[in-house]
């Protein structure tokens, strides 16, 4: 994934990215050790979730909420935290 | 028409900026750099620049200020001294990671303790390993004339590095000189428009400034900087002739007077530079064989030019006007270290001189000489010390 192959100075000067969106392919969902997991019977919809999540990790389709983007999420909790119907529940990876 | 003005070295900086009207200044005050704020405000608030002028809370919030502008696309430039520099400690190698070519003048102050507003290095010689191009001047005609160097130094393509121009606080910042300006119309055509380099504000090329640079990647960034380091001695001399030619004045990255048959040099930075050359004429009426050698660049560090003045001396005497404590001055174990692949190695010698702004004048420099010549010198020794 690191683009180790170059020379020093075939890279950009300073750290910059000139490459746009290129986070995408930066696959956080790898450091997470705990997973969210939704129960859509309690869910109502309301966002909150995705509106909290700091990694744009909340998958939603015609306003409603339809779980989320695995590549992505740390599974940091905040969503499980804020979810006013306690319909997010975060489970250990491997477990 | 050459124009002649009685100016200290802080306004003479002020007014360098203001005939280039810069993008974005963004600074705090703090003595003996204060002129140079009060009176660039000055000309902003006349309308004389259309200069984006920001008084920030800080130091820290003044570079951070210049580096945000600088990377967005401006020509950007700032000042300070002392205790303002520390402050700015994080932020000098955020600047020059990022490769943004702010050009900041530094009034050297000591660095307190003991509390001492006076003129030393330990200031810009504490941030020598931060990535900045540091050009030291002697006079207000330099601080003047360094300042327009820089900003076409620090903008070369093949630099883009953050540069200090450094004058000695008070000696240089606060004494009225006469001063030698050029027209404005010279200095805009002499420093020219400011290029930047993918700047943030490029809508159709969006980039992101100062991410987290694993460790993969850091060394290797780290090591275009040193390249870019490298390019600033061409640069730096391409620039100088080319202001030779507008200007008449003339100057080079060490500037040697009367060595040619000299047995015996001393080197300073700075203002002390010209007490140096004042003791070598008198010397040189007594018969003595003697010469100095002003260093203006002193990062990167023109060793190979060093080496070549100093080779086959019997004696050289290196004057730093700061301290790393445990060692002696920073300038000296550099020059030592350029003179060890020499085949004739002069005795090198250190003088810690001038902290917290005590004088130095004609005879503690004879003290130097002197000492130097009978070979009384010790390795490392501390000029007028009551000891």
Same mark, same amino acid.
């Given at each position: 994934m690191a683009e180790t192959d170059k020379k020093y100075d075939e890279y950009p000067i300073?750290?910059?990215?000139?490459?746009?969106?290129?986070?995408?392919?930066?696959?956080?969902?790898?450091w997470r050790s705990r997973r969210p @997991?939704?129960? $859509?019977? &309690?869910?109502?919809?309301?966002?909150?979730?995705?509106?909290?999540?700091?990694?744009?990790?909340?998958?939603? @389709?015609?306003? $409603?909420? &339809?779980?989320?983007r695995y590549s992505h999420c740390k599974g940091c909790g905040i969503c499980a935290t804020e979810c006013p119907k306690k319909a997010i529940t975060m489970k250990e990876e491997g477990a | 028409m050459e124009q002649f003005l009685a100016?200290?070295?802080?306004?003479?900086?002020?007014?360098?900026?203001?005939?280039?009207?810069?993008?974005?200044?963004?600074?705090?005050p703090i003595t003996p750099q204060t002129i140079i704020v009060e009176a660039f405000s000055d000309y902003v608030a006349d309308g004389h620049v259309n200069?984006?002028?920001?008084?920030?809370?800080?130091e820290h919030s003044a570079l951070s200020l210049c580096i945000g502008a600088s990377a967005a696309g401006a020509r950007t430039a700032t000042a300070t001294a002392s205790a303002g520099f520390a402050y700015m400690w994080e932020m000098l190698y955020i600047a020059s990671?990022?490769?943004?070519?702010?050009?900041m003048a530094v009034a050297n102050r000591a660095l307190s303790g003991p509390i001492n507003i006076h003129c030393d290095h330990d200031d810009s010689m504490g941030g020598r390993d931060s990535g900045w191009i540091q050009i030291y001047g002697e006079n207000a005609q330099e601080a003047y004339d360094n300042t327009l160097m820089a900003f076409r130094i620090a903008e070369h393509m093949d630099v883009r590095l953050p540069a200090m121009t450094c004058l000695d606080g008070f000696i240089t910042s606060h004494s009225l000189e006469n001063m030698s300006l050029l027209q404005d119309d010279v200095v805009k055509r002499f420093v020219g428009e400011f290029k930047p380099v993918r700047p943030l504000l490029d809508v159709h090329n969006p980039t992101s400034y100062g991410p987290f640079d694993a460790p993969e990647f850091y060394f290797e960034h780290k090591?275009?900087?040193?390249?870019?380091?490298?390019?600033?001695?061409?640069?730096?001399?391409e620039v100088q002739k080319e202001f030779a030619q507008i200007s008449g004045r003339s100057y080079d990255l060490i500037e040697p007077y009367r060595v040619d048959?000299?047995?015996?040099?001393?080197?300073?930075?700075?203002?002390?530079?010209?007490?140096?050359?004042?003791?070598?004429?008198?010397?040189?009426?007594?018969?003595k064989k003697v010469g100095s050698v002003k260093l203006r660049l002193f990062r990167p560090f023109p060793a190979k030019e060093?080496?070549?003045?100093?080779?086959?001396?019997?004696?050289?005497?290196?004057?730093?006007?700061?301290?790393?404590?445990?060692?002696?001055?920073?300038?000296?174990?550099?020059?030592?270290?350029?003179?060890?692949?020499?085949?004739?190695?002069?005795?090198?010698?250190?003088?810690?001189?001038?902290?917290?702004?005590?004088?130095?004048?004609?005879?503690?420099?004879?003290?130097?000489?002197?000492?130097?010549?009978?070979g009384e010198s010790k390795t490392v020794n501390y000029l007028g010390v009551r000891m």
């Open positions: 300073g750290g910059m990215i000139t490459e746009k969106g290129s986070a995408r392919r930066y696959r956080t969902g790898d @997991e939704v129960d $859509k019977e &309690k869910c109502i919809d309301c966002l909150f979730c995705w509106v909290f999540c700091p990694d744009n990790s909340v998958m939603v @389709e015609d306003e $409603k909420m &339809k779980g989320f | 100016m200290n070295g802080d306004q003479a900086i002020a007014y360098a900026w203001k005939q280039i009207d810069p993008d974005v200044v963004a600074a705090y200069t984006e002028y920001v008084c920030a809370e800080s990671s990022m490769r943004l070519p702010i050009v090591y275009q900087q040193v390249k870019a380091m490298e390019e600033v001695i061409p640069v730096m001399r048959d000299a047995d015996y040099v001393v080197l300073a930075a700075g203002s002390t530079a010209g007490t140096l050359r004042e003791v070598v004429d008198e010397l040189r009426a007594d018969g060093i080496a070549k003045v100093l080779e086959g001396r019997k004696g050289a005497a290196v004057m730093d006007r700061a301290i790393s404590i445990g060692a002696g001055g920073p300038i000296f174990p550099e020059v030592r270290s350029a003179l060890y692949d020499v085949a004739r190695r002069p005795n090198i010698v250190d003088y810690v001189y001038g902290l917290g702004g005590r004088d130095v004048g004609v005879d503690d420099v004879k003290v130097v000489f002197n000492q130097l010549m009978k």
